[in-house]
């Protein structure tokens, strides 16, 4: 009985890995051209931080918010002049700071549990090539 269910597991396996192996060319045309970057790569942060901006700016609530956690980077490999485009998944959440006040550089999160209140953010960043300006393309948040 033992033997079977070794014999049964080992096909499945074996199926599952061939499967796996089929399949990895199509999926490596799916992802042609995006690949994993790092947020120390030049720009990255600068992209970041300007889409953070925007989303602060164009949000309506009170209070600004910063980044938490940068979950991936990931570039966009495209043969363009333009620049290059750079796609962000990040955690926001609320700080203590009023959109307001005059200094804005040191702002804690809230610490209050009724006030934590985050966001996933996807932000699809054009990061120019030449002194033209950083354009925010697309951003999708959604409270977690």
């Known amino acids: 009985m033992a033997c079977l269910l070794y014999t049964q597991l080992f096909l499945l396996n074996t199926?599952?890995?061939?499967?796996?192996?089929?399949l990895n060319p199509v999926l490596g045309q799916i992802l042609a051209g995006i690949e994993k970057s790092i947020i120390e790569e030049?720009?990255?942060?600068?992209?970041?931080n300007f889409a953070v901006s925007e989303y602060n700016e164009n949000n309506s609530d009170l209070y600004l918010s910063r980044v938490v956690e940068v979950k991936t980077v990931k570039t966009v490999q495209q043969?363009?002049?333009a620049g290059k485009t750079l796609l962000f998944d990040v955690i926001l959440?609320?700080?203590a700071c009023l959109k307001t006040q005059d200094d804005l550089s040191d702002c804690?999160?809230?610490e209050p549990t009724d006030l934590r209140?985050?966001?996933?953010?996807?932000?699809?960043v054009l990061?120019?090539?030449?002194?033209?300006?950083?354009n925010l393309l697309s951003s999708i948040c959604n409270r977690i």
């Open 15 to 22: 199926f599952i890995l061939f499967l796996n192996l089929s």
């Open 127 to 134: 990061l120019p090539d030449l002194a033209n300006a950083i």
């Open 79 to 81: 043969k363009t002049e």
């Open 93 to 95: 959440g609320k700080t």
């Open 42 to 48: 030049e720009g990255a942060l600068e992209a970041l």
């Open 117 to 124: 209140e985050r966001e996933f953010c996807s932000f699809e």
């Open 108 to 110: 804690p999160l809230n």
